[in-house]
């Protein structure tokens, strides 16, 4: 079966100081992948999402930005973090069969604060 | 559409009560739907789903009612439970072209269950 590993749970960081969150799947290969962030009471708003090594899409201009060095492998980062930057962090998979019921499946997330 | 810029919206119901919570969605040709499910501090769970040729789908204690007309999407829950109680997130799946699917989430409702 397929699993989202999504590390580390909580990360409490001052701002100026870089980020690396990763996200790794298992049990899959092609997936499309994802970035969300939502604010504390509010949705989800897409960051990032990757259809291959290497192809990233950013949905929202920002400090942050994202890689996928592998298959199956997620990063977001930034160079220096800004407050505006907690938040609660998800990667996300979907299967890319082209097909057009596919589900999304989330990591249990990260939660920044930035100081 | 992003699901940002808006506090949740809350539904508080008694402990065995039927939950109702809707979600108005954008675009007419949206070829499938998911309900999400997200406990505090963790990442959304998938719940039930509904492809547009259907107007109605039932799961266990769930039921996802679909109006094409009005873009409208429901979830229904039966004799609500304390467990229950999470933000429910509505999700639209479009084709964005090149056999490439994109999920939109609605703005999400708090559900409380007064036990």
């Known amino acids: 079966s397929q699993t989202i590993h999504q590390w580390p749970a909580t990360l409490v960081q001052p701002v100026g100081s870089p980020l690396s969150l990763e996200c790794t799947v298992e049990?899959?290969?092609?997936?499309?992948l994802y970035w969300y962030r939502q604010a504390a009471g509010r949705g989800l708003q897409l960051l990032f999402y990757?259809?291959?090594?290497?192809?990233i899409s950013s949905e929202v201009p920002q400090n942050l930005s994202a890689s996928r060095p592998q298959d199956r492998q997620f990063i977001l980062s930034s160079k220096k973090l800004l407050l505006s930057d907690s938040g609660f962090y998800l990667c996300?998979?979907?299967?890319?069969?082209?097909?057009?019921?596919?589900?999304?499946?989330f990591g249990s997330g990260t939660q920044l604060s930035v100081l | 559409g992003e699901s940002v810029g808006l506090h949740l919206p809350t539904l508080s119901v008694q402990e065995g009560d039927n939950s109702i919570i809707n979600c108005a969605y954008s675009?007419?040709?949206?070829?499938?739907f998911i309900w999400y499910k997200q406990e505090s501090g963790k990442g959304p769970q998938f719940i039930i789903d509904?492809?547009?040729?259907?107007d109605k789908r039932q799961g266990q204690r769930v039921t996802v009612l679909l109006n094409k007309t009005v873009k409208h999407l429901s979830l229904q829950i039966a004799a609500t439970q304390p467990g229950d109680s999470a933000v429910y997130f509505c999700?639209?799946?479009?084709?964005?072209?090149?056999?490439?699917?994109?999920?939109?989430f609605g703005k999400g409702t708090k559900l409380s269950v007064i036990p």
């Open positions: 996300a998979w979907r299967s890319r069969t082209g097909t057009v019921n596919e589900k999304l499946f």
């Open positions: 049990g899959t290969s092609n997936p499309n």
């Open positions: 990757s259809v291959g090594i290497g192809q």
């Open positions: 675009n007419s040709a949206s070829d499938y």
């Open positions: 509904i492809r547009s040729n259907m």
């Open positions: 999700a639209e799946n479009t084709y964005s072209g090149a056999g490439s699917y994109q999920l939109t």
